[in-house]
């Protein structure tokens, strides 16, 4: 049971903007910095976001995080057939001993 | 290029041990920390551990601490998971991480495929 919760599934059609959110605590996303994964299915995970909205290079601007309090979101915006994937938010938690956890994890459809 | 293979991998007995190999190569290794990540069939991510660059600190988490042990040897560009009292629930696929900074902060850029762990009688 992860301490991450994000909603099972998101949807949307080519073009639109899509939203991911991510709730966590003050022991985790609350006091510490939040990283975002795509999964394409069959594939390794790939870093999308860290320190909270930071892209690494070769990640399209089309991708953005943020973060408020003990929440946290991805937005994908111009949805393309691609980014038909699974994403996981993640961060350290400091509650009893130190741990990374993911979230629950977020299947999204490209209709 | 850039990658990381992970080998040691196979079906082991409840109660058994194993230990995987992670084989870097592409990049200066000890400038990175690394880490472990599973997930088991269907299911989503899980970190397992994680070291920093000189080996000189390591995290698990709760579910494998005092089970597991993360180790590396810079010299040969290569991470370990030594398994021990190994449970069904360990069945996963196990992939190393690399670590965008010295230190184990979160930050995965480079994954490798994995290497997959079946616990079962």
């Known amino acids: 049971q992860s301490v991450l919760t994000q909603p099972p599934s998101a949807s949307g059609t080519p073009g639109q903007r899509v939203t991911i959110s991510c709730s966590g605590s003050s022991s985790n996303i609350g006091s510490n910095y939040v990283y975002w994964y795509q999964q394409l299915p069959g594939t390794a995970p790939k870093l999308l976001i860290y320190r909270n909205n930071q892209r690494p290079s070769g990640v399209p601007d089309r991708f953005s995080g943020s973060k408020s309090g003990t929440s946290a979101s991805l937005a994908i915006s111009g949805l393309r057939s691609e980014d038909e994937a699974d994403y996981y938010c993640?961060?350290?938690?400091?509650?009893?001993?130190?741990?990374?956890?993911f979230g629950t994890g977020t299947k999204v459809t490209v209709l | 290029e850039v990658q990381l293979v992970e080998s040691g991998g196979g079906v082991v007995r409840p109660g058994g041990s194993l230990r995987l190999s992670c084989a870097a190569s592409?990049?200066?290794?000890?400038?990175?920390?690394m880490s472990w990540v599973r997930q088991a069939p269907g299911k989503g991510l899980e970190w397992v551990s994680g070291i920093n660059w000189n080996g000189g600190s390591t995290g698990y988490a709760d579910s494998v601490k005092g089970r597991f042990t993360i180790s590396r040897d810079n010299a040969k560009n290569s991470l370990y998971l030594q398994m021990n009292s190994l449970r069904a629930e360990d069945t996963a696929l196990y992939h190393c991480?690399?670590?965008?900074?010295?230190?184990?902060?979160?930050?995965?850029?480079?994954w490798g495929q994995g290497t997959m762990v079946t616990v079962s009688s």
């Open positions: 993640a961060a350290w938690d400091d509650s009893l001993s130190a741990s990374y956890v």
């Open positions: 991480a690399r670590d965008l900074e010295v230190t184990v902060t979160g930050a995965f850029d480079i």
């Open positions: 592409g990049f200066t290794f000890d400038d990175y920390g």
